[in-house]
């Protein structure tokens, strides 16, 4: 069974620095891979996704993933922090082999921005 | 922008009523999905839908039922509310899948559900 690991339940980031976000996946081939954002009181907003190709994804808002085929890791990256962006990340990963298409979620990491 | 939309927001309910959260999509999508959320864990697949009159069972087990009468309409019933139904239900959808592999799953801005 698929799983998705994200280590850190909180990260504290000051305005403008950088941010890196860990996502680690369990899965028997390369599954399809995805960080969402969900800001309090609203639904989840895909930031970007992998499928296939370049490993290193651009998404919206400033953010980009790297898929580490390695490492089995898909962690997003930001090179500057606004207040805007606390919030719960979710990474998730999908199976490209079809069926149901329900996503495998991790726990989710709480961004904490400090003036 | 994604236009799903989930009713309703909140609810606290006692234990033994019936309750439907209603979810609806404006897009079009054939496809749609029930998930859970425990406070501070993963959101869980519990129902999924191909097209009217289709519905399928996800990953984790619900105790809650759906329907799929319309293609823009997906709404949750839990025929007797529980207090360990207490959770977050959202709702998403996209289009069928297709030859070009799996496509985006927009989210509604789900329903808070406690059951006293």
């Known amino acids: 069974a698929q799983s998705v690991t994200q280590p850190d339940i909180h990260i504290t980031v000051s305005e403008g620095a950088s941010l890196e976000l860990r996502c680690n996946y369990s899965?028997?081939?390369?599954?399809?891979l995805f960080w969402y954002v969900q800001s309090p009181g609203q639904g989840l907003q895909l930031l970007l996704k992998y499928f296939s190709g370049d490993t290193l994804v651009q998404g919206i808002k400033g953010f980009e993933a790297e898929f580490k085929r390695s490492q089995s890791s898909f962690n997003l990256r930001k090179p500057s922090v606004h207040w805007s962006d606390a919030a719960e990340y979710f990474c998730?990963?999908?199976?490209?082999?079809?069926?149901?298409?329900?996503?495998?979620f991790g726990k989710g990491t709480h961004l904490i921005i400090q003036p | 922008e994604a236009d799903i939309y989930q009713t309703p927001r909140y609810l606290v309910i006692g234990t033994g009523k019936k309750i439907t959260l209603e979810c609806s999509q404006t897009m079009g999508h054939d496809k749609m999905y029930w998930y859970q959320q425990d406070p501070g864990m993963e959101l869980h697949l519990i129902h999924y839908s191909y097209g009217v009159n289709s519905t399928e069972k996800g990953d984790l087990s619900s105790e809650s039922t759906v329907s799929r009468i319309r293609t823009e309409h997906f709404p949750l019933t839990l025929e007797s509310a529980r207090p360990s139904h207490t959770s977050q239900y959202l709702c998403?959808?996209?289009?069928?899948?297709?030859?070009?592999?799996?496509?985006?799953?927009?989210f509604g801005p789900g329903t808070r559900l406690l059951v006293l």
């Open positions: 998403a959808s996209s289009e069928f899948r297709g030859t070009g592999g799996m496509k985006t799953q927009y």
């Open positions: 998730a990963v999908g199976d490209p082999g079809g069926g149901a298409d329900g996503l495998t």
């Open positions: 899965y028997g081939a390369t599954p399809y």
